[in-house]
């Protein structure tokens, strides 16, 4: 919170908006050369805490049933706002540290040492770049969305724990911004295109693919992921009753999701899931 | 570790123990005056075997996969009815003794030590007011029942070991008692207005959120969350098949639920139930 | 295979039906005296294998997720067809072979020493009376079979392993055999009435509660309630497909059911179910 | 064990390889005549890594739910298209390199040693007859697809890592081909029948039975049976939610699965589940 003119404070979130603005702004007026595949600077070096948060992030995802062989997760580089991590391409129920590639907002790596990379890391980049309060992305294949993402069937939240989907679910139809593809977002351009179907909302279906969840860290996006997921396997067992549904309004929805801290207390579920993950659940 | 008269070390355990005692009984001594936020008195030491009994359900409720990260516990004090233990703030699956804290009715706690408490603790010590013969409450998010929070086809007993649904299962609407909220009872007004739609029955299911289940003590309350939860998904099972279902009548689930004795061998299952969560199931 | 006056084979079903039909007469012929539970005599000794295989056998529905806290297994004394063994009353998960006892068909025990016992332990000692030709029985409260039991939808074979259900599976309605009941099979009478509705077919459901699953041996009632449970998910899930289905024929379950051998190398089942169970399975 | 020259004992393993390189070198020696039943020569020794792989494959099968007690893999003959090899009848969870064994494309065994063998490894041999271009086999009862077997609702991709089902899934039907059968394909003649209905494509489901799932290498082979499956599940969600879905379009799905490395990184699932299967998965 700050405080405006007459000492009312300014929601964080509009202070960050306008902040958003300008830097789209500066971003449009700057002409970058044509380059061909330059290799960006570091943005810095990393404490090891936040390697093994992306670890963890990456671990729990596999335990919680997320993401199985497919699908990563990203964090946006503290010290660059224009450098994000992410593992080299593996399952994510394999990544440990030396996995973590660097990578800048065109995708380029910082340091490939010859590895191999996510040919879909192009949706991380993009989302940085059009999203500067998302620090952390997740892309899955979560079984429970799939059904959405080809129904004419709008995903709504019916938990709280999933209130963020009171803003809407978009559907990104690939077909609309490449036509015929082999499905993935191999490219700045797909990627582009899925940020600006994502717009500001946390959530966004890939048709015929899965999703991409985003937060202002990685731990909300993790959870956002997880609590999606439930969420449309509930709903899709709650239309199965046959009859109307309550779901959660968007005013409770954006009471919700609004509030500090409001998001139910998401440590809780971290340490949870990471002492799952990690095995270190206590006897 | 510290060291007793002859050296040898005394468990931390035991020194906590000591002081546990040593602050009841000062806290029984000191008559505090009535303000906003008053510390209650302790409702008197526990034996071990009562906090073990609380950490077990925890436990339980977290392997049968009732709770995940959210969702808690609590039983009435055995030594004073106006008094509830809870563990803090923490996953189920993580609960340990030390973690249970004490509270009077109006859910403050008696020995907070700066640990963070559940919000919606009210919830507990509001149906311990109503309800004097409830001595084990449980609240879950458990995925089979939120489709009937959100629906209007009835929660039903398909399934004797459910029987005691046969009195109906209310749905409590957190609009009608406080609008447009963030979904949490965060409150006594509230706690009191779900402990009130509870009324004498087991099981209300909150809509958009999950379910508080009730019993004598907690292991009637743990085994009808498991039921609650099983109910829910065969009954959503069977609903698709199509066709009139044969419900557990009112007068055989009165049978059922009003004999002692008649709830199945209720310890086969808490046997059961704990081997597994704590992992002592045979080789 | 016997042979018939012109030398044709009588098929063993045939006249093992005529054997049951024999000894049902001189059972309704012979009045016993009655007498308050009786101490009955052991049918003789056990080799530890009989007993490792019901052990195995409870491990195994626990392990498969076919029974929870409740339901039980028996065998038929191989000694003395007029006793079985079954487990005291304790979660079959947890089952050694200290817990197995020895019951006549009436189901009064040989050696009760204080052990709790099964209330619906008729259930075995009635089919056992009625079926010469069963050596095991299953009782079981599996998820996937209850919602059949409340529905009008029959439980038809969709898959081979199944073929067993092309003879029907009736549905038992203990209403018609005990008016208000608290749903237990606790008695001789309901028991018989169950028996009596299983007539000669391998599964009953149980409205309301389960089903039993018979076999010749205990590891063919054992597999049989594995895949009834599967037959009965596979088959809710067709049926929401929308349109007709194509079940297993009664000629075809008649041809796979009534060879030898045909019943899909049981003992392969049994191995790997035994390793999962015993937790043997190799690294 | 027995002991080597200078005493070091020689584990059996090594031992039984060189009797089976022996046993390999005089088979290929020997020109059998011609007889019903003969016993083919072996397609010649292979390295352990081969062998190795199809191990995994039928762990990767058990420990991802698609096989349980029944259903194969086979991998053709590396240095002869004319031999396929396959575990003896076995669980595949429990298959250990000394299990597996060779097969002419009659699916006569090269050398049987009194093994038991499937009755249903025409399957294969017949898939290698028809499908030079298949070198690996898999047989499954995946309970997805069971549904889709039984229904005239058509198994469509709904996710691209199922995009090889856009050349449409056919249902052999046994009736067709056999008339009242026991339901197993323990003949050439039904093999054969079922390999033309697979025909060119990836997939064909058995009515009542369940899936037979072919590609250019056991790893392919494999995912696409994971993958039919977690699709077939998929797809049962949407049709339930109601109303027109927007599957994988042919173009999309010829597109995916015709380029060399589109299929999404095959080495990346097949790694992980290898991990997964074999209990090597990092702490």
Same mark, same amino acid.
């Given at each position: 919170?700050?405080?405006?003119?007459?000492?009312?404070?300014?929601?964080?979130?509009?202070?960050?908006?306008?902040?958003?603005?300008?830097?789209?702004?500066?971003?449009?007026?700057?002409?970058?050369?044509?380059?061909?595949?330059?290799?960006?600077?570091?943005?810095?070096?990393?404490?090891?805490?936040?390697?093994?948060?992306? /670890?963890?992030? *990456?671990?729990?995802?596999?335990? %919680?049933?997320?993401?199985?062989?497919?699908?990563?997760?990203?964090?946006?580089?503290?010290?660059?706002?224009?450098?994000?991590?992410?593992?080299?391409?593996?399952?994510? +129920?394999?990544?440990?540290?030396?996995?973590?590639?660097?990578?800048?907002?065109?995708?380029?790596?910082?340091?490939?040492?010859?590895?191999?990379?996510?040919?879909?890391?192009?949706?991380?980049?993009?989302?940085?770049?059009?999203?500067?309060?998302? *620090?952390?992305?997740?892309?899955?294949? =979560?079984?429970?969305?799939?059904?959405?993402?080809?129904?004419?069937?709008?995903?709504?939240?019916?938990?709280?724990?999933?209130?963020?989907?009171?803003?809407?679910?978009? /559907?990104?139809?690939?077909?609309?911004?490449?036509?015929?593809?082999?499905?993935?977002?191999?490219?700045?351009?797909?990627? %582009? =295109?899925?940020?600006?179907?994502?717009?500001?909302?946390?959530?966004?279906?890939?048709?015929?693919?899965?999703?991409? /969840? /985003?937060?202002?860290?990685?731990?909300?996006?993790?959870?956002?992921?997880?609590?999606?997921?439930? *969420?449309?396997?509930?709903?899709?067992? +709650?239309?199965?009753?046959?009859?109307?549904? *309550?779901?959660?309004?968007?005013?409770?929805?954006?009471?919700?999701?609004?509030?500090?801290?409001?998001?139910?207390?998401?440590?809780?579920?971290?340490?949870?899931?990471?002492?799952?993950?990690?095995?270190?659940?206590?006897?």
């Amino acid at each position: 919170m700050t405080s405006g003119p007459a000492g009312a404070p300014i929601p964080l979130r509009e202070v960050m908006s306008t902040v958003r603005l300008i830097v789209a702004a500066l971003a449009s007026a700057i002409a970058l050369p044509a380059a061909a595949q330059t290799t960006p600077a570091s943005g810095g070096p990393l404490p090891p805490a936040v390697i093994e948060e992306l /670890v963890v992030a *990456n671990r729990i995802l596999a335990d %919680r049933g997320i993401i199985d062989a497919y699908g990563h997760a990203s964090i946006r580089h503290p010290g660059n706002p224009s450098r994000y991590l992410m593992a080299r391409a593996i399952a994510p +129920a394999l990544v440990t540290a030396d996995d973590i590639m660097e990578f800048d907002l065109d995708s380029n790596p910082v340091d490939r040492r010859g590895r191999s990379m996510f040919v879909e890391r192009f949706i991380h980049g993009e989302i940085y770049k059009l999203r500067p309060d998302v *620090n952390g992305v997740v892309h899955t294949h =979560s079984m429970g969305v799939i059904p959405f993402g080809i129904s004419q069937v709008p995903l709504k939240p019916v938990i709280h724990t999933a209130s963020f989907l009171h803003v809407g679910v978009p /559907v990104w139809e690939i077909r609309e911004a490449g036509g015929v593809t082999n499905m993935l977002v191999h490219s700045a351009a797909l990627g %582009r =295109s899925l940020a600006e179907k994502l717009a500001n909302k946390p959530v966004v279906l890939m048709r015929g693919h899965g999703n991409v /969840v /985003v937060g202002g860290n990685i731990r909300v996006a993790v959870a956002r992921a997880v609590f999606t997921d439930e *969420n449309a396997r509930m709903q899709a067992t +709650a239309i199965a009753l046959g009859g109307p549904l *309550n779901y959660i309004s968007p005013e409770e929805g954006a009471m919700r999701d609004g509030e500090d801290g409001s998001r139910g207390d998401p440590a809780r579920a971290w340490d949870l899931w990471k002492a799952s993950a990690m095995k270190t659940l206590p006897k």
